[in-house]
Structures are given as structure tokens and as C-alpha cells.
């Protein structure tokens, strides 16, 4: 299984300033996941990150907000931008195991443990 | 529109009082199932994979089984320590990336 960590745990935010969180995995991986978890509500993902090409977003989620870089094929980073309240929330990388089954589906996909961002 | 459902939201059973957590789905196809279990502060740590209707795995106390049209984590014997958020996500077919797509969990309390 990866081992993934995240920086930082979490953080408390003045509205209008930005926050990079950083994923670090202890082994070389092809594609990076990063996932929203509002209270309440269920995963949903932000974007798929490929080493040394552009963030692939999905609907609802623009560049502009949510940045992301992706250096090499064990570490990458979100920023989100110009923060509001509604962007509370706990931000969550993910890389898909390394056993694949035929057509390509993952054995599974392992999370972060996640930074809780609250902004003010 | 793909979509994960997760019942019941929340459930609460005594120590050794054995129930299932149900997740049902609607995809256009299906490439794989997942569960897993989600502490409080903590990221989600995987437990299963399923991937073709009658499919069924085991891992100590936990059962997953799947259908064509949902999933059911049975729970043997539970203990306090099982007490998480379970949640069921769900591989469709299509699409450029391997997204997942998740229900919104059911929280589990056993008490002792």
C-alpha cells in the first residue's frame, strides 16, 4: 500500500488570502487525485494531476481557484485561492494502488489523511 | 447522472449486534466498487474492492457483497472499535481518469 502524507493537518484562514497544501507519497506514482470533503457531504473530486502535464479539473472546479502542481511522481501541491468561508473544508490527495486489473481499474485508490481548512 | 446512495445515514448498534450498511448505485457501467472506512480527522482507509456482481470478500468482522444494483458491508459481531464512517464509492465506465464517485457514508456507533 502508499504511505501519503499531507501538509499541513490543517489551518485557520483569513478570507482573501491563499493556502498551499502539500501530498507526498513514498513511491513513484502516474497520477495524483485531489478530493474536497465538505461537512456533510461526500468526496468529490477537484482534479486528477499527471506528472509533467496540465491538472485535468472537473466540472465546478476552475485552475484559477485551485492551481495545482505536480513536480515529479511522488509529490504535488493544491492551492486554494482567495478563500471564502464556503471553502472550508477538508482537502484530500489520493494515488490508485499499484495492482491493476484488466481494462485498467484500480485495486483501489489510498487517501491522505486529509487537511481540515477552516477560513474566517 | 451517476450516483452513489448510502443507507441508512447514521446507525447505532450494541456490541455483537450483528447489521448490514447498504449502498446502492446507479451507473452506466460498472468497473469496480469500493469501501472504506473513515475516522474522525483522518483520511479514508480502503477496505475492499469489488468488481462483478456476485463477487463477495472478507476481512476480520467485515463482509462486502454486490449486486447489480448495490452493495452491502455486513457487519459480524461488531465492536467499539469498528465505530467509523463507512464509505462506498463507485468506478463507472467512461471518462479520461479513474474517478471516483462516493456516497455520503453511514456513521456507525457500537456501543459496549
Known amino acids: 500500500s502508499a504511505v501519503i502524507s499531507q501538509k499541513p493537518s490543517r489551518d485557520i484562514c483569513q478570507r482573501g488570502t491563499s493556502l498551499t497544501i502539500q501530498c507526498q507519497v513514498d513511491?513513484?506514482?502516474?497520477?495524483m487525485f485531489w478530493y474536497r470533503q465538505q461537512p456533510g457531504q461526500s468526496l468529490t473530486l477537484i482534479a486528477t494531476?499527471?506528472?509533467?502535464?496540465?491538472?485535468?479539473?472537473e466540472s465546478g472546479f476552475v485552475i484559477d481557484k485551485f492551481p495545482i502542481s505536480r513536480p515529479n511522481l511522488t509529490f504535488s501541491t493544491l492551492t486554494v485561492s482567495n478563500m471564502s468561508p464556503e471553502d472550508s473544508s477538508i482537502y484530500l490527495c489520493?494515488?490508485?494502488?499499484?495492482?491493476?486489473?484488466?481494462?485498467?481499474?484500480?485495486?483501489?485508490?489510498?487517501f491522505g489523511p486529509g487537511t481540515r481548512l477552516t477560513v474566517l | 447522472e451517476d450516483q452513489v446512495t448510502q443507507s441508512p445515514e447514521a446507525l447505532r448498534l450494541q456490541e455483537g449486534e450483528s447489521s448490514s450498511l447498504n449502498c446502492s448505485y446507479t451507473v452506466s457501467g460498472l468497473r469496480g466498487l469500493f469501501w472504506y472506512r473513515q475516522d474522525p480527522g483522518k483520511g479514508p482507509e480502503f477496505l475492499f474492492t469489488l468488481y462483478s456482481a456476485g463477487e463477495e470478500k472478507e476481512k476480520e468482522r467485515l463482509k462486502a457483497t454486490l449486486t447489480k444494483k448495490e452493495s452491502f458491508l455486513h457487519i459480524t459481531a461488531p465492536k467499539p472499535e469498528d465505530s467509523a464512517t463507512y464509505l462506498c464509492?463507485?468506478?463507472?465506465?467512461?471518462?479520461?481518469?479513474?474517478?471516483?464517485?462516493f456516497g455520503t457514508g453511514t456513521l456507525l456507533a457500537v456501543q459496549p
Open positions: 489520493s494515488v490508485e494502488g499499484v495492482g491493476v486489473r484488466l481494462e485498467g481499474v484500480p485495486d483501489t485508490q489510498y
Open positions: 513511491s513513484q506514482v502516474t497520477m
Open positions: 494531476a499527471n506528472q509533467g502535464s496540465e491538472a485535468t479539473y
Open positions: 464509492a463507485v468506478l463507472p465506465k467512461g471518462g479520461a481518469t479513474n474517478k471516483l464517485i
